[in-house]
C-alpha cells in the first residue's frame, strides 16, 4: 500500500530534502504551504509537480481536522517556523504561536480527526540553551535562552503530553545546525559560503561576521531527515538527539570555504561585535548514542564536504544568475 506523508514547512530546506527522500521510498507526499505565502513554492524546483500541495490556514484546528479526514495521512511531519532566532525577539508573539499553536492544532486536529497518523515534531538543540553538560543528550535538562527555543519547548513539551495522554504515536527530534546549500542566506554558514564565493567573482571584498570563536555542531540536512524517517518508523515513540557530536569554530568554516576556492580569508572578513550573539558561549554538542543503537542512523557527510558543496553551489549560482542579487553579501 502507498503511504501518505503530509509535510508543514514543505518549502523551507528540510521540507525539500524530506519530500525528495519520501518519493523516493514511494510515498504520497502532501506538502502544505500558507495561503499567503505560495510564491514559496518556487523555491522546491521542479519537485513541486511531484507534491500534492494544499494552501492551508494553520491556525484553524477545525480546518487541519478536515484537511486530514481527506488526506488520510500516515505521517505527518511538522516542519513549519519562522527558523531564524534573531528575528523571534522581534516577532515573540508570533513565534510562539506559529510554533507552539500550530503544533498544539495538529495534535487536536489528528484526535478530532481520528486518523493513527504518526507525528514528527521538528525541535531543536536551542531548547538546551543555557547547557552545563556537554555534549547533551535526551535526559540533558532544558533551559531555553531565546523565545525560538521557548517556543520549541512548548510545542515538545505539548506533544509528550498528547503521547502520554491519548497514545499518539508522536516523535520529538531534537536536532543540531544542519545545512545544505538550501539553507536561507542569513545563516552563518550559507553567508560565509556565498561569500567566498562572490569574494572569488569579484562580486564582493569583505565579509562581517560576529565571534570567529563561537563554536557549532553543524550537520548535512539531507543526512537529517533521513533521522526524521527513522523515528517515525518505530514501534515505540521516543525522542532522539540528532547531530555530528563534533564542534567547528565559525573561523575554521571561514577557512574552510575560502580554502575552496583559494582565498587566504584573513585579507577579506571583518569582525563586527554588532553581530556578536550573546548566548554564543554555550557548547551546543549531540551525543547521539540513542540514535545510533536504536535507529542505526549516523551522519554520513563530514564538515569539509559539505562547506565544499555549499560553495560550489553558490559559485554556480553566482555564475549562471539564478540567485537574486539581494541575497549577493
Ligand atoms: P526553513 O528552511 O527556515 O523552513 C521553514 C519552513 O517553515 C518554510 O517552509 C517556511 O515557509 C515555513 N514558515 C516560516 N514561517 C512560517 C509561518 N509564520 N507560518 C507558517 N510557516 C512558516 O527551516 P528548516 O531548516 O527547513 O527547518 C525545518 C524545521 O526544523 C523548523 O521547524 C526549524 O525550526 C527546525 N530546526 C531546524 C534546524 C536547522 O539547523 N535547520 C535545527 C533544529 C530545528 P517559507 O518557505 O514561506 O518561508
Not at 500516515?74 to 510554533?99: G, H, K, R
Amino acid at each position: 500500500m502507498t503511504k501518505t506523508a503530509l509535510i508543514t514547512g514543505v518549502t523551507g530546506q528540510d521540507g525539500y530534502y524530506l519530500s525528495r527522500f519520501l518519493l523516493q521510498k514511494g510515498y504520497r507526499v502532501v506538502g502544505l504551504v500558507l495561503p499567503q505565502r505560495q510564491s514559496s513554492l518556487a523555491k522546491l524546483g521542479s519537485l513541486v509537480n511531484k507534491l500534492e500541495i494544499y494552501a492551508v490556514d494553520l491556525t484553524d484546528s477545525r480546518v487541519l481536522s478536515g484537511l486530514l479526514e481527506q488526506v488520510q495521512p500516515q505521517e505527518i511531519y511538522n516542519l513549519a517556523a519562522p527558523s531564524f532566532i534573531p528575528d523571534s525577539w522581534n516577532n515573540p508573539l508570533e513565534t510562539l504561536d506559529v510554533i507552539a499553536g500550530t503544533t498544539t492544532r495538529f495534535l487536536m486536529a489528528i484526535r478530532q480527526a481520528g486518523v493513527k497518523a504518526r507525528f514528527y515534531q521538528a525541535s531543536s538543540s536551542e531548547m538546551f540553551g543555557q547547557v552545563d553538560p556537554s555534549p547533551q543528550d535526551e535526559n540533558t535538562p532544558f533551559r531555553p535562552m531565546n523565545p525560538y527555543a521557548t517556543a520549541k519547548l512548548h510545542a515538545h513539551w505539548t506533544m509528550v503530553h498528547y503521547r502520554q495522554r491519548y497514545n499518539l504515536l508522536a516523535c520529538s527530534g531534537i536536532l543540531y545546525n544542519h545545512e545544505s546549500p538550501r539553507r536561507a542566506t542569513q545563516f552563518v554558514t550559507r553567508k560565509v559560503c556565498l561569500a567566498a564565493a562572490a569574494i572569488k567573482l569579484g562580486i564582493s571584498d569583505r565579509l562581517e561576521l560576529g565571534n570567529l570563536d563561537a563554536k557549532r555542531d553543524w550537520g548535512y540536512a539531507e543526512d537529517y531527515v533521513q533521522a526524521m524517517w527513522r523515528m517515525l518508523q518505530q514501534d515505540q515513540p521516543e525522542d532522539y538527539v540528532i547531530g555530528t557530536g563534533k564542534l567547528h569554530s565559525v573561523k575554521e568554516l571561514v577557512a574552510t570555504a575560502f580554502e575552496c576556492v583559494g582565498l587566504d580569508w584573513t585579507r577579506y572578513v571583518v569582525v563586527n561585535p554588532n553581530l556578536v550573539r550573546s548566548d554564543e558561549h554555550f557548547l551546543l554538542v549531540a551525543n547521539t548514542k540513542k540514535a545510533k543503537q536504536k535507529l542505526q542512523w549516523q551522519p554520513q557527510m563530514s564538515f569539509e564536504n559539505l562547506v565544499e558543496k555549499m560553495v560550489l553551489k553558490d559559485l554556480e549560482r553566482l555564475q549562471n544568475g539564478t540567485i537574486a542579487t539581494s541575497a549577493k553579501p
